[in-house]
């Protein structure tokens, strides 16, 4: 499981149509689709997903972000790669805040500059095109929330 991850494709990066550009970052860096599905979000699955954050950031955060995904497409997606394409890709996507992201990454060149300050300050969540697994167990976790069809070993 060290050449397997999982990512997704928000909201925000689907309504920019952004897709394309994300998927040529890893494309680039020798990274392959495994298996991906383009789907509407549902509460239950952003729930599943998110709950620890709603569980410690509370009811105003998991109502944003229910706001942010549901009924809204997303593309989860399994890449792979060779050993350590977790911290790879993580390093391909850039830091969680665009306006921090490295130029290079996917945050740093395509976030349009979002921050934390603004989106509080305007009341949503931080647009940030893309989630990446951080760990094997979260991969195998959200991989089986959003492609529950797909064998994670």
Not at 41 to 62: C, I, K, M, N, W
Not at 70 to 84: A, N
Request: with cysteine; hydrophobic share 40%; charged share 25%.
């Amino acid at each position: 499981m060290n050449n397997i991850t999982f990512v997704m494709i928000k909201p925000d990066a689907v309504e920019k149509n952004a897709v394309y550009a994300i998927m040529r970052y890893f494309y680039d860096n020798g990274i392959s689709v495994c298996c991906f599905d383009v789907q509407q979000a549902t509460s239950e699955r952003v729930t599943l997903h998110y709950g620890e954050h709603f569980e410690r950031l509370g009811q105003d955060f998991a109502n944003r972000m229910l706001e942010l995904f549901v009924g809204k497409t997303v593309i989860p997606i399994v890449l792979t790669g060779e050993e350590g394409i977790i911290a790879k890709v993580r390093g391909i996507v850039g830091v969680t805040e665009p306006v921090k992201a490295a130029k290079g990454t996917i945050r740093g060149d395509l976030g349009d500059g979002d921050s934390f300050e603004r989106s509080e300050r305007e009341n949503r969540v931080l647009r940030n095109l893309i989630h990446a697994s951080d760990t094997p167990e979260a991969v195998a976790r959200e991989a089986h929330i959003w492609l529950p069809g797909y064998p994670i070993q």
